[in-house]
């Protein structure tokens, strides 16, 4: 892996916020996601993706 990203998201409209964090390769992209625990109820969890962008599963 090449390296992480913090995206941070905000709807105007609302409000609310989210943040994740994004794992990309060196081709730039995206092989896992991680939302920031306090949007999963505390419980880290990854989602992997393929090189085709294609989710694979989570751990």
Known sequence: MAGRRVV???NPSTGLKRTWHETVDHNGTIRQVRPDVKFTGG?????RFDNSGDYIGKW
Do not use: G, I, L
């Not at 419980?43 to 989602?47: G, L, N, Q, W």
């Open 8 to 10: 941070r998201e905000w």
């Open 43 to 47: 419980t880290k969890v990854h989602y």
